[in-house]
């Protein structure tokens, strides 16, 4: 799957030259396309022909099975207490970077590294000098790694995949962080797949799994991940893990696409999510390209595309994503009917009021207090026939009552789609 590659400077030979590599990387930003890279400075594969033992002993690796050997995926450990071998991955980070443009790095398995009984039973691994469980080397490493790529390629990002509580994983070094750009939410994404796999019956129980992730969404820089593990190893496809008949799981995947593109945070989707691919992933054939003609199918891939452009052209979407003036929950106790409903906001006030209702009944005469009288748009709406939904909604905006609500003196009485997500903006923000 392309996680243990054996050299960490060249791109494989099986699609063409390195000239050729970097043309395509060339060609993809004419197009406004970044390219991220999956950069794995944590383990190698230990094939002799590879760096395994390369010089007859541990020469990348540390020499202790207790620190050396990657148990679970069969695989030799960087030794990054040693110069030299810091001064290779350093090299190889700043080589893609520098020499191919790539726009940043996805470091994998950051766990796996900074901790020395990651995924070891009690006396099979060997404490720091100090009796710790940190792997203070590759900690330094790591903080080494985002100093220079600032410095060196100012712009490029790096990404933690990072599966623990480990603090500051993107708080600078200075502060005495890890200094990472992004740093993968595990969490986010394990509660809300768990929340939609429920029938839309029993959600008024599970409420929180959609509300928690707030408590600590800007403790980090955040990304949403929906990633290949999540679509392996008998996991199913995302549209899978939809409950339902057919027309619910798409609903359902409408609305869970659109609570992680309103919500805080920078967003990542596995290939195949984005049109609804109906089988598991499978490294052994290409996606089923083919259920682009299917209009549930195509439906999911406009609802895909017009939440980029409206996430891009919208600053209150994006603009403080990581910051907690960025959010502000209108709605979020309402278990009894599973709605919820946030503000957007950018630093210039501009703002946007998301509502979702995760159940399959429409919503009528439902009122939400607002800080602005007169018009408002709906700039989305998740259920709209294009998409595929009922096109249930408000008609593409309304008009406020002066009734008060939610702290506001005057509010919205809206019509909220069945399974769905809609996005409502002051008329001269959305025109």
Partial sequence: MGYQPLSLFAPSGRF?????????????HMAGIGVILD?????????????????????YEYAHPFEGYHQDWNTYIYNLGRREVHGFMLASALHWLRDFHIDGLRVDAVASMIYRNYSRREGE?????LGGQENLEAVAF???????????VPGAIVIAEESTAWPGVTAP?????????????????HDSLSYMSHDPLYRRYHHDQLTFGLIYAFNERFMLPISHDEVVHGKGSLLDKMPGDDWQRFANLRAYLSFMWLH?????????CEFAQGREWSHDRELDWWLLQEAPNAGIRHLVGDLNALYRSHPALHALDCEADGFQWVIGDDSHNSVFA????????REALAVANMTPQRLGGYRIGVPSAGSWQERFNSDAACYGGSNEGNGGGLQTEAVAAHGERQSLVLTLPPLGVILLMPFALGD
């Fill in 16 to 28: 063409g030259s390195p000239q050729e590599f970097a043309a395509f990387i060339d060609a993809c």
């Fill in 39 to 59: 950069w794995v400075p944590g383990h190698f594969p230990s094939d002799p022909h590879g760096l395994a033992r390369f010089d007859g002993t541990a020469l």
């Fill in 125 to 129: 691994w060997i404490p720091n000098h």
């Fill in 142 to 152: 790591l903080q080494h790694l985002n100093q220079v790529v600032q410095d060196e």
């Fill in 173 to 189: 070094v200075e502060q005495h962080g890890l200094g990472f750009s992004y740093k993968w939410n595990m969490g986010w994404m």
């Fill in 264 to 272: 805080p945070g920078k967003k990542l989707l596995f290939m195949g």
């Fill in 342 to 349: 946030w503000w957007r906001r950018d630093r210039h006030g």
